[in-house]
């Protein structure tokens, strides 16, 4: 709840919806747990999510354009405002409210104390602060009941500690954060529900173990560190750090750690109270991410308008030298190299300001299913006689609007990419499809919209690629290719071409298993008379007692699906691969009724564990799902003909119907 000035002027960057639909994504701010406030330089707020109306009672349309201290009690403003210029001073990221007692104030005049989170994010029109605000009223509360709890020990007699450490311990219990108590050595003395539920292990597992043992490899001196600080009487506050479950996950923490001291007043150990903070740090990176595609197309925008102007002098000067040299001499075939040269670098800045989205556009309205097979015989003399081209319309129509020529460079762009993977021949898999996304797809998407798109998805056999190599290829001038045979832009060319045509774009891929482009643009179906004639989709009925094992590898994918799947009504298991899924159903004493596994994971596949399952449990269901499309699925052989095959990204409806379908 404080805001900073503009410190620099920013270059020329995207529209102040893209800039809007990037940065302060409605949908990206629904997916954090804290009530979240965007202010600007002045403090006026710009953008709220769900989680702040709710936490003040106000609708966004009331706050938004409102100072942001009508969210602060009457009597803290000024200390309010001392604190904004403050954070102007120095804005960086940083948690306040440990150490000051700062209060919010809802519509209804309910003060409560608060601790707020500042994370300063620069635009073109000067910085804006996320102020990720969290209602500490029951922490207050638990801190003061032990605070009293711990004043009546001392004060009760010996036959009364009993009853009073009971309800110590239940107050301790009732904390969704860790609480874990240690001696000054680090063995564990307590182990509260919350340290249960956080890192998997019981309180029998846990106490009078080293606390060092749910600490990663590569921070041994951490814990030492720790311990030497409490022996000194100081406490340790709000350290973020990574701990490691007890089914091998590494957890976001931010602990914070305070001696113990006995009767006497001599440190005896330390308490600990940790918070999962996993997801608020994967929102971070993608927050980080999208500023940072935004920097770089501000900066490949700014240098290719710069540069466009250096190449139309030496090219106008080159056309002048042409004119008055004789063509037969060494002199003329400088100048034409050097008009060469200066057309090669005109095309390189084309390709930047595709990616920047400051390049025109000619949008009309396309079939994508009869613009393939157009652009399929570009494609067929430049992938070669060893790569087979298919050509798969899942969907009688697929009207988008787009420029047509931007369409095909997106097509050939993939395509050549795929060519490069599969040196040894393979296939080219192009797919169109219609997708219906609701509500409840938009909030876990970040910057999708409900509503119907057209997907266009681009697959190859080929070599595949690591997720360290995944996570930057839309990055300008990034290329894994040998030096001379890329230039690095054509995987931003068409990240920037989706991004300008209001779509979105998402990479599935794993070494060896090839690659999977999928392209979402939005339906202009209903502007040719078609967009009426979509039924609604009825989510199937609500079944109980039934278990089903969901085994995926990817810590939000499934903790999403688990969410879904019990707030239908099943009882879920899960495990993060193959192998952990066998434990899990060695362990569980009653039925599984239905697996539902990715395909591809470490360890081993989901066919893997399908067919080690299929001996002990003949009559189990299995849905698999998979981020491939079903075709390259079924041209890899990596599954059987007739299975059930549910594609990521997947709604709700879709994965609720299809696991009733297959349960029958």
């Known amino acids: ?111 409560f104390p608060v601790e707020v989170s500042l994370s300063p994010v620069v635009t073109e029109k000067g910085a804006i602060v996320l102020s990720a605000i969290r209602d500490i009223s029951d922490r207050k509360r638990i801190a003061e009941e032990l605070r009293r709890a711990n004043e009546e020990l001392h004060r009760r007699t010996a036959e009364q500690l009993g009853e009073y450490r009971s309800r110590l311990a239940s107050i301790i219990d009732s904390s969704e954060d860790a609480i874990i108590g240690k001696n000054l050595d680090g063995t564990i003395t307590s182990w509260n529900k919350g340290a249960e539920r956080i890192y998997g292990y019981t309180p029998e597992e846990a106490i009078g173990k080293h606390i060092s043992f749910l600490t990663p490899g590569d921070r041994a001196d951490e814990i030492p560190e720790i311990l030497r600080k409490i022996a000194r009487g100081e406490s340790v506050e709000h350290h973020e750090s990574v701990r490691v479950t007890k089914d091998g996950r590494n957890l976001n923490v931010s602990i914070s750690v305070s001696p113990l001291r006995d009767a006497r007043g001599d440190i005896v150990g330390a308490s600990a109270i940790a918070r999962d903070i996993t997801a608020q740090k994967r929102a971070e990176s993608q927050l980080h991410q999208a500023q940072k595609m935004e920097a770089i197309g501000r900066l490949a925008g700014g240098v290719a308008h710069d540069f466009n102007n250096i190449l139309a002098i030496i090219n106008a000067c080159a056309e002048f030298l042409r004119d008055q040299v004789d063509t037969a001499t060494k002199t003329s075939r400088y100048v034409e190299n050097i008009r060469k040269a200066t057309e090669r670098g005109s095309s390189l800045t084309r390709q930047l300001l595709t990616f920047s989205r400051s390049s025109s556009i000619q949008p009309t309205l396309l079939d994508l299913n009869e613009r393939l097979k157009d652009v399929s015989k570009l494609l067929r003399p430049l992938m070669g006689d060893d790569v087979e081209i298919l050509i798969v319309s899942k969907s009688p129509a697929a009207i988008v609007e787009a420029d047509p020529g931007q369409f095909d460079q997106i097509v050939v762009n993939l395509a050549v990419n795929a060519r490069d993977a599969m040196p040894r021949g393979g296939k080219l898999i192009l797919e169109t499809r219609s997708e219906q996304f609701d509500e409840g797809f938009a909030e876990q998407h970040q910057n999708m919209s409900a509503g119907k798109y057209v997907l266009l998805a681009v697959s190859d056999t080929g070599s595949g690629m690591d997720e360290a190599t995944v996570s930057r290829i839309f990055e300008p001038f990034f290329t894994t290719k040998e030096a ?168 709700r409806t879709a994965l609720l119907n299809t696991i009733h379908t297959t349960l029958g």
């Not at 192998?579 to 994971?601: F, N, Q, R, W, Y």
């Open 1 to 111: 709840m404080a805001s900073s000035p503009d410190h620099q002027q920013p270059a020329p960057s995207l529209s102040a919806k893209t800039r809007a639909e990037v940065l302060l994504s409605s949908n990206l701010l629904e997916t954090l747990p804290d009530a979240i406030v965007a202010v600007d330089h002045d403090g006026t707020i710009v953008q709220v999510n769900s989680q702040a109306q709710e936490l003040f009672g106000y609708d966004r349309d009331e706050l938004i354009g409102q100072k942001v201290e009508i969210l602060v009690p009457e009597n803290y403003r000024p200390e309010h405002h001392h604190h904004r210029e403050k954070f102007a001073e120095t804005p960086k990221t940083r948690r306040m409210g440990a150490n000051l007692d700062l209060y919010g104030r809802r519509r209804d005049g309910l003060e």
């Open 484 to 651: 001379g045979k890329g230039t690095g832009l054509g995987l931003a060319t068409v990240y920037g071409i989706v991004k300008q045509s209001g779509g979105h774009i998402m990479v599935y891929s794993e070494p060896d298993h090839g690659t999977t482009f999928k392209i979402y643009l939005p339906s202009a179906d209903h502007k040719i008379g078609l967009g009426s004639t979509a039924e609604v989709e009825t989510v199937s009925p609500r079944r109980h007692g039934t278990t089903i094992l969901l085994v995926e590898d990817d810590e939000t994918m499934r903790g999403l699906t688990r969410q879904l799947l019990e707030e239908h009504g099943y009882t879920v298991l899960d495990a993060d691969d193959g192998k952990s899924a066998l434990e899990v159903v060695e362990s569980h004493p009653g039925p599984i009724d239905l697996l539902l596994t990715d395909v591809v994971m470490r360890r081993m596949s989901g066919p893997e564990l399908v067919e080690r399952l299929s001996v002990s449990h003949p009559t189990l269901k299995v849905v698999y799902m998979s981020g491939y499309t079903g075709e390259l699925i079924a041209e890899r052989e990596v599954l059987k003909r007739g299975i059930t095959l549910l594609e990521k990204p997947f709604t």
